[in-house]
């Protein structure tokens, strides 16, 4: 790690999808005008596949090198050296973030690909595939930076991407709405993540190694060890690395959708759905399971916030799968599994497994973006219906939608040997032999629910009796071949792509988490991960236990929504209807979350408008009109008291002078006549003073 | 000294003197009468200066003084002259009366 092969290669990674976005943001318009929207489906797309096979080749030169040295750094510039923090844009490629540049290049690009069919018939073509293009940079500038600021650069650019992304079709009130809602939920999500950076970075400082450079803090991190909280005069006994890390945590939750900032998912929902299967399921949510898996070396330092993610993780994937059960919408169904499934990754990286959680990240980019991909192939066929309850019966119609859906179907419920299946059991093993029995409890539980509802969906989307209306049952269709061709291959990647590491009680084949073991080898890391040990025989009985869930999930949904000798109206009934209620509307999270922040804040800036336009503004014209008063006396003073004395010296002087100007006759004896008397006048004064 | 003549004969021809230029000036109409009339108030107190100075210590002052009066007489008979010629250019006469015009 101390010396990373250099290389020039990663920056066209990125590059190329930035040039896709220029072209598309500066000459889109123009360019759709008049060599209509292929030329825009080629610039979009063709650089993100470009892309991808520049990441491949950069993979096989990855392989080619020994295992230990498999670290590429692509040194571009100085970005700034200030105070003595010296950072780089430059981008570190080594196997995690190899996989996450051909996840999100790859599954990306194919749902670049499926755009050109879903979005062909919209104005704003262009503008779609420039911000996914912008996107892609943006997520890769996430996963590639060398250090913790440039990864802020992409974590904040996706949150932009997609808040216009969401937001896409504005002219509806409710969309931009979501957008903005994703924005702001994200915003406090990055708030804390900034401060955890800030305080990383001072805890560094005092240690003697100022540096944001992730590879560099790896090296410095265990420097911390002990260093407890210390910020100009505020101490406190907790550890430092604890502090950052929840607080990176906490970012992690908005960006990844976690318990309690996941509200903006659902909602993210109102975006075009290769949006919510780009950015919602395959790519940017990830960026918080990123981040854990990233920084594992910090992270393994404070067993504290470990059991804090581990717990929410946990917590969140039951609960987000409870919420699953009861959605009607098709892509809501979608956007709880997501949520769900993040939280699976998310108890993964809490309890250590952070190559499981990485794993699982991957096959769910797989069958996340290929279940969107498809219920999106189903809106498009049912001409914008999302209601699951107004479909049925579709699997005659679109038979290549149905099979790469119930494959990716497969895959997310964990049946043997779906992709799903290698990495979730997984997960859910090494949650129990890590110790964490609750998480795994609730994990467990989870697999059953995600059974349920996924089938419920599939049952209800695609088997029995059409439901719609007789104008919709005539517009069904299969779906235009770059969208169906981007199915099949997500469907298969949804198969196999969890060979690639298979549980130990079955085979010893991983070349997955030795692809990625060097990411791991920091010491702490290690020995968590080597604490979760146990034998293949006790992993065998905890996998058939999940594998039981599994089938219970399935068995149930089976019942009442393919074989119907259930009504699920029994359910819910029960308890008067009122968990079906709660389930329902989400536990009503979104309207506690609306009374408790949304309401107070607003009822706050409402208060504050009143201040504003009452007090503030009344202050400012009273002061107006005090103003106008006094120049109004000061008026009346100059033209009556200033002017007045200035036309009284003026008046009496010329009065004065009109009566003085008779004693000048212009008789010269008259003047004589003066100067005597005078002069006789002054010797009579003095015979009389002297006198 | 001179043979009972005292200073106040010359004071009483210096009066006698003074109260003829007075009465000049005040009655003439004539504009060259007055300057005669200002002429001999000029020289009763010339009479005078010389007179004080003779009596008062034989000193000097005083006769430089009149040399002084003597000399602004020659002036003032200059510009009054100059005066009257311009009033007679303008008047076609000397009576100061009619420079009456020049009354406020």
Redesign the interface.
Known sequence: MDHPVSVSFVRLIILLPLIGAAINFLAGKWLQKNFGKMAISIVGCGVVILAFIIAVSGFFKMIALAPENRFMLDDLWTWFDVGGLNLHIAFWLDPLSMLMTLIVTGVGGLIHIYSIGYMHDDDGFWRFFGWLNLFTVMMLVLVLGDNMWLMFVGWEGVGLCSFALIGFWYKVLANSTAGNKAFIVNRVGDWAFVIALYSLYAALETVGHPTLVTREVAKYAPLLQGTTINFAGYHSAHQLVGFVTLLMFVGATAKSAQIPLYVWLPDAMAGPTPVSALIHAATMVTAGIYMVARLNFLFSMSPFTMAVIATVGGLTALFAATIGIAQNDIKKVLAYSTISQLGYMFAAVGVGAYAAGVFHLMTHAFFKACLFLGSGSVIHAMGGEQDMRKMGGLRHKMPITFITFLAATLAIAGVPPFAGFMSKDEIIWQAFAHGHTVVWAMLLMGAGITVFYMFRQVYMTFFGEFRGTHEQEHHLHESPPSMAYVLIVLGALSVVGGLVKIPEFIATFKPFEEFLEPVFSSPVTRQITEAGIHSHATEAAFGFITFTMVVIGWFIADMMYRQRRIDPARFSEMFGGVVYEWVLNKYYVDELYDRAVVQPYLLACRALAWFDSNIIDGVVNLSARITVVVSMISGLIDTYIVDGLVNFASNFTLDVGGR??????????GY??GI?AAVMLILLVRAVVRA | MGGGITLDHFLVLSLIIFGLGLFTVLTRRNAIGILMGIELILNSANINYLAFAFYGGGKYDGQIFAIFVIMLAAAEAVIGLAVVLAIYQNFKTIDVDATETLSG
């Open positions: 003085l100007r008779r004693l000048q006759t212009g008789s010269i004896n004589l006549y005597l």
